[in-house]
C-alpha cells in the first residue's frame, strides 16, 4: 500500500489522540479509573493512610453496589511521599499510564502544587486537602477543590490566640517549602493586622537535615518572647528538642498535625505549654460520626481522624460530580462537582443518597463529613472549624472552637 500524506496526518492524528480518546471516549464500558495519592511515608505519614483508607471504603461500597454510570471504579494508590517529585512522578504515570479521570488525596500543598501543571495539561481534575495561599495561581482551567483552608484563615485563629495571651512578638521558622513560606507570610500578615509584629526575619530550613542546633541557636539569640514553628512532626520534634536543650524559655505556638502523640512522646514533659492549633472537622455532627462509624470507629466526642473525612468528602464529591455529568471528562466533572456542592438541592451526605436523586432528575447539595463542602469560585473552601489548644500534662486542652472564613 502506498503511504500518501493523507493516510500519514491521519494515523499521526489518531495516535496523538489516544490518551485522551482512552480516557474519555473509547472504553465507556472499562472501570472508570481514579488516582488516590497519598502520604504514606514522609512528614504526612501520621495521615496519609486515613486518607487511602477512606477513599478505599468509600469505592468498595460503590463499587459492591453497582459502580457510577455502570461502570466499576478502579482505584490507582500511590505513595506521594510528602515530596513532590515523587509525586510528580506518581502523577505522570497515573495520568499517561493509567490514564486515570482525577486524583485526590494530596495532602503537603507542595505535592498539590508540583502536579498541577500535568493535572491542567491532560484536564484531569484534583481534589486535596493543603493550605498554601498559592494553590489557587496554577489552576487556570478551574479543576481543583480545596478541602482544606488556606494558610490565611488559619493565621488570623492562631495570631488572635497569641494576642489574648500577650505574645505580641513571635519570631518565625518553618521547612523550605511552599506552604511554610505561605504560612510565613499570611502570619505576618495576620499578626501585624491584631497589633503583633515578626521578630527578625523568618527562619527557613531543610525539613531531612540532620541537625537543627544552628537554626536553634538563632532563634535563641533572637530574643523572641514567643516562637512559631510551622514545621511537621520529625523536623518539629528535632528542632523543638534543640530549642530545650538550649535552654530556650518562651512560649511556643504551633501546628496541632506537628504536636501530635508521635510529638508528645518524643519530648515527653517539654510539650506542656505549647499552643497549637489547626482546622478540625465538626465533632458531633450527623455527617462527621457517620464517616466514623462507616471506617470502622466509635464516635466519642473527640477529634479522630482530622483528614480522613476530608478524604470521604474528596472521593464522594468526585463520584458524585462524575454521575452528576454523565461523563468522565474533566471540564464536565469540574463543573458538575460544584454544582453538587454549592447547589441548593436536597441535603445529602453519602455517595448512594446523591446519585438516587440525581437519577430522578432533582438538585442537590453535598454536606461533608469534614465541613459543609461549600467551594469559593476558584475551587477553595468556603469555611472550616478551627480549634485552638495549649498542652498540659501531656493531653491537648481545648480552649476556644471557632469558625474562619475565606470570605
Not at 4 to 30: D, W
Not at 89 to 115: H, L, P, Y
Not at 137 to 155: E, H, I, T, V
Request: positive net charge; contains cysteine; hydrophobic residues 40%.
Amino acid at each position: 500500500m502506498k503511504l500518501t500524506r493523507r493516510l500519514f496526518v491521519t494515523g499521526s492524528t489518531i495516535a496523538l489522540a489516544t490518551p485522551a480518546l482512552l480516557r474519555y471516549g473509547v472504553a465507556q464500558t472499562g472501570p472508570i479509573k481514579i488516582g488516590s495519592l497519598t502520604p504514606l511515608t514522609g512528614g504526612g505519614a501520621p495521615y496519609g493512610p486515613e486518607k487511602a483508607r477512606a477513599h478505599r471504603a468509600v469505592v468498595d461500597l460503590v463499587n459492591a453496589n453497582g459502580g457510577v454510570l455502570g461502570r466499576k471504579i478502579e482505584l490507582i494508590a500511590e505513595d506521594s511521599q510528602t515530596n513532590p517529585e515523587a509525586a510528580v512522578r506518581a502523577a505522570r504515570k497515573m495520568i499517561d499510564a493509567d490514564q486515570v479521570s482525577a486524583i485526590i488525596g494530596t495532602w503537603a500543598s507542595s505535592e498539590t502544587i508540583g502536579i498541577q501543571p500535568l493535572c491542567q495539561e491532560a484536564n484531569v481534575v484534583q481534589l486535596f486537602s493543603g493550605s498554601s495561599d498559592n494553590l489557587p495561581d496554577g489552576d487556570k482551567k478551574r479543576l481543583c477543590f480545596n478541602l482544606q483552608p488556606l494558610n490565611k484563615a488559619w493565621c488570623v485563629a492562631l495570631a488572635g490566640l497569641a494576642v489574648k495571651r500577650g505574645l505580641l512578638k513571635i519570631a518565625f521558622a518553618g521547612p523550605k517549602n511552599d506552604f511554610a513560606a505561605s504560612m510565613g507570610a499570611s502570619f505576618s500578615k495576620a499578626l501585624t493586622a491584631v497589633g503583633g509584629q515578626i521578630v527578625g526575619e523568618p527562619l527557613y530550613y531543610n525539613p531531612t537535615q540532620v541537625s537543627y542546633r544552628a537554626e536553634a541557636e538563632k532563634l535563641i539569640s533572637s530574643k523572641a518572647p514567643a516562637l512559631f514553628l510551622a514545621g511537621y512532626v520529625t523536623d518539629m520534634t528535632a528542632l523543638y528538642r534543640e530549642l530545650i536543650r538550649g535552654g530556650y524559655t518562651g512560649k511556643v505556638l504551633a501546628l496541632s498535625f506537628a504536636v501530635g502523640p508521635d510529638f508528645k512522646k518524643a519530648v515527653g514533659s517539654a510539650a506542656d505549654g505549647i499552643l497549637h492549633g489547626s482546622p478540625v472537622p465538626p465533632v458531633g455532627k450527623d455527617t462527621y460520626d457517620a464517616y466514623l462509624r462507616f471506617v470502622g470507629s466509635k464516635p466519642n466526642g473527640q477529634i479522630q481522624f482530622p483528614y480522613g473525612c476530608a478524604a470521604y468528602d474528596e472521593i464522594n464529591l468526585l463520584l458524585l460530580g462524575i454521575t452528576a455529568a454523565k461523563s468522565t471528562e474533566g471540564r464536565a466533572i469540574a463543573d458538575n462537582i460544584m454544582k453538587v456542592a454549592n447547589g441548593r438541592g436536597e441535603r445529602v451526605t453519602t455517595y448512594a443518597e446523591g446519585a438516587k436523586l440525581i437519577g430522578e432528575g432533582k438538585a442537590i447539595n453535598y454536606d461533608g463529613a469534614s465541613s459543609s463542602a461549600d467551594f469559593l469560585p476558584n475551587g477553595m473552601l468556603k469555611s472550616r472549624d478551627f480549634a485552638l489548644y495549649e498542652i498540659k500534662g501531656g493531653e491537648d486542652v481545648a480552649i476556644l472552637t471557632t469558625t474562619s472564613s475565606a470570605e
